[in-house]
Each structure stands twice: as structure tokens, then as C-alpha cells.
T-cell receptor, first 114, second 109 residues
Framework: DTAVSQTPKYLVTQMGNDKSIKCEQNLGHDTMYWYKQDSKKFLKIMFSYNNKELIINETVPNRFSPKSPDKAHLNLHINSLELGDSAVYFC?????????????FGEGSRLTVL | QKEVEQNSGPLSVPEGAIASLNCTYSDRGSQSFFWYRQYSGKSPELIMFIYSNGDKEDGRFTAQLNKASQYVSLLIRDSQPSDSATYLCAVTGDYKLSFGAGTTVTVRA
């Protein structure tokens, strides 16, 4: 049983379109995250939710809107896609104590904007 | 200035050699430090964490931390081809885990 699952794994779309990525974790963790990894492998945090509440928003354009219907799910909706949005988006979760540092990552969703 | 910086790669080492990876961080208040490994096309996975100054060994991996110098390193002894991956240094602070850009290691058979 996959601990953190993301769908879809691949998205190819045109500039200007809107797309969503879904994430679910079955680890019972309180905190979930979205990270963006660009072509140079730099992994940058976008959002963090703790028990459905937004706790980190790292100056991400407001075209990106996360939604957490419950603590096991964190979805990401992107409006008006731009070329620079092409990247791999990773969902992750962690237990109550972030200082353990163990993030459990999903397999990633590779977004290609043409 | 980036929060977490890693030595630029790629790093190529022969099988059986020691691979040495370095990382510096800017937030003096950071308390916890991690090394993640990411195989090509896969997600990152935690391989080591260290909280206290000094060395921490786990099998062929040794993490070293020097908080005064804001420096953390990872040594991979007896490198194997299966160690070929990108290694990401990560540091906690402000309720988040910040990653370096990663160092890609290739172990030559």
C-alpha cells in the first residue's frame, strides 16, 4: 500500500490551461507539503498544511491554490499555466514533530507546459 | 544568499573509494540536519540525520556536523555503483525543511 500517492504522474498541457494534482497519504501524519523540483534538481517548498490549515506559503504566485479537504489529502490547483511551471511537483507528509526531518514523498507529478 | 548550499557536482568516484559531500547553511538557529538520496526519476528518501556536533555513522555512511562553522557533510565509504544518485542536504527551520540543490554522485565500476 503506497504511503503517499499522487495523481497524475505525468501531465502535458498547453500554456494558459488549468490543471490539478491530487495527493493522499495513509500514514496518519498531520502535516503535508507541496515541493517543486526544477530541471536543476532544486527542491523548493511551496506550501505546508498542518491538519488542514495552511502554515507555510512560500511566496508562490496566486495562480497556485492548494486545498486540504482533510488531513490525509492535499491537492494543488494551478491556473493559467506558464512555461516556467514545468517541473516535478512532489507531495510529502511528516509526523507531528518536523524536527525528525523525515518527509515521506510521493512519486512526483511531472508537469510539462508547452 | 541561498539557505542551504552544497558543493557543486557532479562527483565521480571509482568503486570502493570514499565520496565526500559538503553542505553549508545560513540559519544559525537550525537544529536538525538531514541527507536525502534521490535516484534519477524517483522521489527523495532519507538516509541520515544528525542533531549534535560530531560524527554519526550508519553502515557505510558517516554524517559530520559542525554548528559553529554551519557545516554538515556526508561521507560514503566503499562506494558502490548503487550509490550513484543525487544527494540532497536538508536543514530544518521556520517549520519547514529547506533543501540544497543537491550533488550528483556517479560511482564508476
Amino acid at each position: 500500500d503506497t504511503a503517499v500517492s499522487q495523481t497524475p504522474k505525468y501531465l502535458v498541457t498547453q500554456m494558459g490551461n488549468d490543471k490539478s494534482i491530487k495527493c493522499e497519504q495513509n500514514l496518519g501524519h498531520d502535516t503535508m507539503y507541496w515541493y517543486k523540483q526544477d530541471s536543476k534538481k532544486f527542491l523548493k517548498i511551496m506550501f505546508s498544511y498542518n491538519n488542514k490549515e495552511l502554515i507555510i506559503n512560500e511566496t508562490v504566485p496566486n495562480r497556485f491554490s492548494p486545498k486540504s479537504p482533510d488531513k490525509a489529502h492535499l491537492n494543488l490547483h494551478i491556473n493559467s499555466l506558464e512555461l516556467g511551471d514545468s517541473a516535478v511537483y512532489f507531495c510529502a507528509s511528516s509526523g507531528r514533530e518536523l524536527d525528525t526531518g523525515e518527509l515521506f514523498f510521493g512519486e512526483g507529478s511531472r508537469l510539462t507546459v508547452l | 544568499q541561498k539557505e542551504v548550499e552544497q558543493n557543486s557536482g557532479p562527483l565521480s568516484v571509482p568503486e570502493g573509494a570514499i565520496a565526500s559531500l559538503n553542505c553549508t547553511y545560513s540559519d544559525r538557529g537550525s537544529q536538525s540536519f538531514f541527507w536525502y538520496r534521490q535516484y534519477s526519476g524517483k522521489s527523495p528518501e532519507l538516509i541520515m540525520f544528525i542533531y549534535s556536533n560530531g560524527d554519526k555513522e550508519d553502515g557505510r555512511f558517516t554524517a559530520q556536523l559542525n554548528k559553529a562553522s554551519q557545516y554538515v557533510s556526508l561521507l560514503i565509504r566503499d562506494s558502490q555503483p548503487s550509490d550513484s544518485a543525487t544527494y540532497l542536504c536538508a536543514v530544518t527551520g521556520d517549520y519547514k525543511l529547506s533543501f540544497g540543490a543537491g550533488t550528483t554522485v556517479t560511482v564508476r565500476a
